[in-house]
């Protein structure tokens, strides 16, 4: 098999475990089990990541999703005693297959037929590949060798990109997070 | 000799010590120990601090000699710790010794010490505090309470000193506003008192204005140069940066207007000078914060936290004076307002201080005059002059604060000699005003604090007068004390650049500082006379016994510091004197961190003649008025022959009722002069108006019964025939057309209310609807 | 062309956003309301990683002596780092409600929590 092929198959198979498990969700018996097919949609989600080259990014899908908030929605089904919910959806299912379908078209055909200029670059060459001063100066991030310039891997370049160019961002999402930290204890506390 | 590589590296010792007698303290506190150990706590790290930043100066001293602008501009610089990293840069918390920061972190240690040691025996009544609830006296509370006023100390101290060692603005603003965090603390230490915790507001609030300033000018700071630090700011390329940037432009329709970077970056930082140093116009907060304990205004507002606003603008001078070009002959920008300012504040304050009566308010005043004459001389370019004035002034005003601390200490213990008992519980307590009933501007018999209530105590507490004296006349600006050499060297600068350069904003600043001059004499002749001669005035006065050694001592210290100080800056052109001592100071802080040197200016005999002239007429005057009878002038201050005049004054010039009436109408506005006093009207007017009035209300009868009521009688006959008809309409026709429409309301209300449901599926199903229709219409 | 196109990845993010978005519309049970407001999420990670990847704005460089095209972002990724950390928050925030609602009213029925009814 060409890999070609064989990355398409991946995808195909990512593509798959995700949405079922989004399936999962929306079809499951109890709460319980419905949470676990979210993990499951988590965890396609997370490998659709690594194809898209996007690595540390599905490592923090896991550790947060899969990890942290998937167990936090285990914790409140348990808390709330009400595992086994009623299957059956609201009474206003009909109305919101009638809202849900006509969305899932128009997004489907913006994605089909919007002009999205794809431009065809690689993500970063191997990590500690020597560039030219010309492209250090495009690329801000490359660090000086003793001859030439040396590219970091992509994580550095993303913790660089954090910390200078969305530190304000990153100030606030912090400050956001520390705010939500506290609102929610003091809600759940009696 | 010392080394300034060395020491400076153990800096951070100076700020450290006093944080950690404040974390001690703490838990000293947390643990419910002992007042006295905590007290000792506090003393020994500020002594520890004290011995480090001593030699620092010192060994700054030895530093000296660089040829291009010495110390200045190549300071020591030590990071300490790197704060916050960010892009390219960190945010650091370090030291930058130069000249000016190791004199003032020198003489912050010594009046600490000084002044702590002080309130060891000043704040010893609060160890019998009363319990509040049950009215015992509960060494628990005591306890707590003194401890905490060390605690505060020890934290002011250190951010006196953070402060004052700071590499970067970043760092200073931090611990300029734990200073501001303790002054509130203090000033309301006696919270219980409503005037106390309103004093403490509204010092917090009034200097939070300028703050707000200091932050923007910090911000426009770090934005153009991408980092706080001092030495990027101030030097030449920092300057030149700031000199070239483009001019904020502010659009009003089609007018425009320009300002210069330079200038909105000085006036901004000078707005936190304004607010912390009790510049006009928010000055409002000094007076009231003598509502703290004497050691406090001594400490916090008269020699430290206060000239920490002048302190920045001398450390930012490189940037004030790059707005002023060098050549002599003009000074612009955000240097004339500063001089402006200065100047205004310094007579402005000082006209007030002679109508007070409180003892600590005239120096309350007299603190706000002397900052403005360090700033006004910093805003025409006498930088030497200020600096020398900021720490001589800090000195002599602190002894001045001390001593009276020690005069109210010593006639309350009179009062309650008289009463039998001698707690010490209500110091400056009984300050709080009096309940009403005292004519509009009599003395209160039982404040401690009220001048007329003293008298005679030169022979009750002779070496609380001798000290005093000394601090006064350094005040006054009487040759030889430490205050004559520096107020001489800026009244000098003024003269020459105002009336030999022809700067007119210099001769303006000339002419009102030695206006202020004049009357600083005059209000501490008033005050010496009124408080330490002619008969005592009260029983307090009568009994007063001296304070204790502890007090006196750090006073007998302060006063040989005031006495003696001013002989580093004796200006070397003086005959004699002046080549004999070399002036030691000017050279030593002489240079920017730019390399600039300001050279020492040519003697002159007429300026220094002047201020003395000028002082011994103050006083000669303040003698002709309250020296020759001081129990009649006690009865009725002879300057309130002047009427309204006096009055204006003795309301300190009605800004607080200004401010009150522009930010928020509050009658709690604490006033001290008696409104019905102005309220009531003059008899033989009132006589006159009411013989108009009957006059008037005769003519107007007779037109009334003839003409009015002829009218009124036809207008009433016509109104009752029309009121019929419209009785009629209104039931039949209006009454069925509201109640139609109202029945078709309550239908539809009917309908609609289906729609709130209640359930948030609901909602969200409509705001998805919603989108859809948007989103939809967009499209297509 | 790369091995898949961009729009593969598109469908697939439209996919998880509407069964997302029926499943916040009709569940019962407010916790999986939750999960569906988390499957929109992902969906919009998903929809942003892809587009930085095909979409990014590129710089021509010389790597190791060889002339390549390189993304000159990392935007889309930041983005998505951010979006997860909100998550975190609205999900910790959203449980502890769920929690709060069901000790005063002992159910987490969203059709049975109408007091706001007109």
Known sequence: ????????????????????????????????????????????VAGLYVMLEAGFLAVIQVLVYVGAISVL????????????????????????????????????????????????????????????????????????????????????????????????AFEVVAVVLLVALVGAIVIARD | MLDLNVIGGYAWLIPGFTFAAFVVIMAIIATGGSGRLAARVAVAGILLSTLVSVPLLLAALGAEGGEHGGLAAEPFVATWWSWLPMGEGTLDFGALIDPLSAATAAMVGILCSAIFIYATAYMAGELEAYDDASGAVDPAVGNARY?????????????????????????????????????????????????????????????????????????????????????????????????????????????????????LVGLMIFGGTVGKS??????????????????????????????????????????FAAATPDAPGSISG????????????????????????????????????????????????????????????????ALLFLGSGSVIHGVEHGMHHDHGHGHGHDHDAAASAPAGGYGAYAADPRDPQDMRNMGNLRERMPLTFWTYMAGTLALTGIPVWAGFWSKDEILAEAFH??????????????????????????????????????????????????????????????????????????????????????????????????????????????????????????????????????????????????????????????????????????????????????????????????ALVDAFGTLNGQIDKLVVDGLVNLAGRAGEVFSRVNGWIDANVVDALVNLVAYVNGEISRGLKLLQTGRVQNYLLVVFFSLLILVGAFVM | MPAIPVWWYLMVATGLFSIGLYATLTRRNAVNVLMGVELMLNAVNLNAVALWRYASPTVSATVDGQSVQLLSTLDGQVFAIFVIA???????????????????????ELEQLDMLQG
């Not at chain 1, 913006?110 to 560039?131: K, M, R």
């Open chain 1, 1 to 44: 098999m060409s890999p070609l092929l064989l990355q398409q198959i991946a995808f195909m198979v990512l593509a798959a475990i995700s949405l079922s498990g989004a399936w999962g969700v929306i079809r499951a018996h109890s709460v319980f089990v419905s949470a676990l097919w979210l993990i499951l949609s988590f965890v396609g």
């Open chain 1, 73 to 168: 929605i285990l914790f409140a089904i348990m808390l709330t005693e009400d595992v086994m919910g009623q299957a059956e959806p609201a009474s206003q299912w009909p109305l919101a297959v009638l809202i849900v379908l006509p969305f899932f078209g128009m997004l489907a055909k913006a994605a089909f037929t919007a002009d999205w200029q794809l431009s065809a670059g690689s993500v970063a060459p191997p990590e500690g590949a020597s560039i030219s001063a010309e492209t250090a100066k495009l690329v801000t991030t490359a660090i000086p060798a003793e001859q030439g310039f040396r590219l970091p891997g992509q994580v550095v370049m993303l913790g660089r990109s954090l910390m200078t160019e969305h530190l304000l």
């Open chain 2, 147 to 263: 401890a905490r006023f060390f605690a505060y100390v020890s934290l002011f101290a250190t951010g006196m000193l953070g402060f004052v060692l700071a590499s970067n603005l970043l760092q200073a603003m931090v611990f300029w506003e734990i200073m501001g965090l303790c002054s509130f603390l203090l000033i309301g230490f006696w919270y219980f008192k409503p005037s106390a915790a309103a004093a403490a507001k509204k010092a917090f609030l009034t200097t939070r204005i300028g703050d707000l300033f200091f932050f923007v000018g910090i911000m426009i700071l770090f934005w153009m140069h991408g980092s706080v630090d001092y030495t990027t700011m101030l030097s030449h390329a920092g300057i030149g940066v700031l000199h070239d940037a483009a001019p904020l432009v502010l659009q009003f329709g089609p007018a425009s207007l320009a300002i210069p970077m330079i200038l």
């Open chain 2, 278 to 319: 009790a510049q006009f116009p928010l000055h409002v907060w000094l007076p009231d914060a003598m509502e703290g304990p004497t050691p406090v205004s001594a400490l916090i507002h008269a020699a430290t936290m206060v000239s920490a606003g002048v302190f920045l603008v001398a450390r930012m001078y490189p940037a």
């Open chain 2, 334 to 397: 955000p240097m004339f307002v500063v001089a402006a300012i200065g100047a205004i504040t310094a007579l402005g304050a000082a006209t007030i201080a002679t109508t007070q009566f409180d003892i600590k308010r005239v120096l309350a005043y007299s603190t706000i005059s002397q900052l403005g004459y360090m700033v006004a001389a910093l805003g025409i370019g006498a930088y030497v002059a200020a600096v020398f004035h900021l720490i001589t002034h800090a000195f002599f005003k």
């Open chain 2, 497 to 690: 650049k105002g009336i030999q350069s022809q700067i007119v904003i210099a001769g303006f600043v000339w002419l009102l500082l030695t206006l202020a001059a004049f009357m600083t004499a005059f209000y501490m002749a008033r005050q010496v006379f009124m408080t330490f001669f002619g008969p005592p005035a009260s029983e307090g006065a009568r009994h007063a016994p001296e304070s204790a050694p502890a007090m006196v001592y750090p006073l007998v210290v302060l006063a040989i510091f005031a006495t003696l100080l001013g002989f580093v800056g004796v200006p070397e052109g003086l005959p004699g004197l002046g080549p004999a001592l070399g002036n030691p100071f000017h050279h030593f802080m002489g240079y920017l961190s730019t390399g600039a040197h300001f050279e020492s200016l040519e003697f002159s005999w007429l300026p220094m003649l002047a201020s003395v002239v000028v002082a011994a007429l103050g006083w000669l005057v303040g003698w002709l008025i309250y020296g020759r009878d001081p129990a009649a002038v006690r009865a009725q201050d002879p300057l309130q022959r002047l009427g309204g005049a006096w009055k204006l004054l003795y309301d300190k010039y009605r800004l607080d009722e200004l401010y009150g009436l522009v930010v928020r109408s509050d009658p709690r506005i604490h006033r001290e002069s008696d409104a019905s006093e102005a309220d009531k009207p003059n008899a033989e007017q009132l006589g006159r108006l009411v």
């Open chain 3, 86 to 108: 909100l998550a975190a928050a609205e999900a910790a925030v959203g449980l502890a409600l769920i929690i709060a609602v069901y000790r005063s009213r002992r159910t987490v």
